[in-house]
């Protein structure tokens, strides 16, 4: 389908419609990802659909044509409470999205990644549809493959390395590109900047008013959604303490809801009298404007896992992110160039298990002190321009062991040749886990699959972060991966057979028996195939993407007929395999690079005759 | 190519198709799912208070 004019005509419009029902931070990167599309697609009009309470980001965006906000508090708040029946509520809906399906979508994206949001999908007429929708029969499927990914994948728990912004920007431009050719723009203009939003004149006067232009400022958003990824308070008010002391140029502003502004008051309490009068306090006073106003007049933001970090990456403040919870940082850090992680090294056993009543070690891994040395290092990058190590800068603190549970990360993005999108580089010595190593091998099967190329293989891969744990665990890892593979050799034959024997069907109605009883026994064999794929993803976690990916790749064959549906799979379980053969490759690569090295004779330094150091 | 691969474009619908759709069963189905949504936020809300 080509939705581009042709050529001569006058340039229309494309109306395409966003659906957005998660919350602020999803909205944020969702803006992004609009904002990459809008800068290479400049006719695309677009409609961003909200719930209310966090419509406001959107409503401040100058290139978003409209935004329709669905008062899911007002229609559902009644119903919960017993204050009305679903059937009115039922009417209310009803009347609420009559306006939306009156004209087809030329559109429709729902970056909201819930069943709930598949219903909408599958109601509004659109020509083309991203994410989850319904089908004809109102049952549920994705309508793209980033959203199989994001279905299997993302939503599984799976580890995979791709940034959840870079996942939807590139789903959006690959379905542009299809369906209206290359943008006519080069696309070479910054996403994030300080005027993202269209900002109201006056709270961004007051903004400036609330904090000294003379002075800089470093914003901190105290809380976070979760109880579990909030970094104590303590440790926020010894940060903040080791910051003002240490630089006498800076001033603090606290952000927050009105829920946390208990937290708050107990934060200044812990602080030193003396330092008081260099913090101000908005918690519990922003609304959207003041809130982006002070994060973009702010020189650096500091904060957990929460909306704020997005909000400073879309305006190109820099961030340091203390990533301390059950948080996929990778997924979902701060985006852009210059941004710092810090996290711990070690799993936490109350993350990995929640309630099972254990404290989250992460909080106590992440110190003041690292905070604040990373912190200061990255304040200073002007100054060392990173030729100084950040082990060397900790010590010159005189806490290098601080560095020893944890570790720092800088931001970048990357040339579309070495992989595209946001990565963090490594700052500290990591020792690479098996699930970080599937993390980064599950992001470049992603990428052969739905980009079809890859960056060079391993260039993330350093010697040093290969330890003798991840080898045992590789090498574990070799025979079930042979399995693995086995069975999905056994499984596109067998779909190719179901395909060719069921393509000699005169009609699905008249078969005969012999045909019928054959049709039968492939396809009792694909299930036990199926189960058996299943049994691997449980015994190796490594191998879960694949059985993973099954499931949702199989659930969302769209043939009518025996026959298709035996192509559908056999194509599949093939995609299936070229990830499988990657993994493969990846294990052989990474073996070989943990293998000792012969040093060649000029690589020794003689120090004293006798005694040969390698360089 | 694989069928994931050629889904890349999207699911295309030629022209609006909500005739043929059971518009009702959708709605009911969406309400349905957006009160389940907020039964662990109300929960939580709860047994935070």
Redesign the interface.
Known sequence: MNLRPEAGRPTEKLRCLVIQLARIGDTLQSLMALRAAKQLYPELEIHFLARGRFAQAAKRVPWIHSVIEFPSDSILAPVLKGEKREIDALRDLAKWIAPLVQKPWDLIVNWSFSEASSYITGLLPGRIKLGYTRRMDNTFASADAWTNFVQAVVQGDLPQNIHLTDILTTQLLTALQIHMGDPRSDGNMPVTSKTFFSLDPKLSSKASALLNSNKKWVAIQLGAALESKTWPVDRWAKTVEYLLERQSEYQVVLLGSAEEKVKAAEFINLLPPVLRNRIRSLVGETDFDLWASVVAKSRWLLSGDTAAIHLASVLGTRVVNISVGPVKWVETGPYGNGHYVIAPKNTCNACVAPGSGTTHNCKTDVTPEAVFATWSYAATEWNHRRTLKIEDHFSVLGWRHHLGQVQVRRSMIRTTETGGGVHYEPLTQIELSLNEWTSMVTGQIARNWYCGWVPPMGQDLIRTAIGTDLIQKLRILTEPLEVLTKIIDEAIASSTTLHHRSSKMKSPKLVDLALKSELNEIAIKLQDLDLLLDRMGITHSSLRLFSRMSKVLMHNLKGSDISTLGKESKDSYKQLKEGATMMKEWIAHTLSLARPVALKTADIVRLRPGTEVPL | ??????????????????E???????????????????KPL?EQNESST
């Open positions: 190519m694989a069928t994931d691969q050629s889904r890349l474009e999207g699911e295309m619908n030629e022209g609006p198709s909500n043929e759709r059971d518009v009702m069963a959708l709605l009911a189905g969406f309400l349905r799912a957006l009160l389940e949504e907020q109300k």
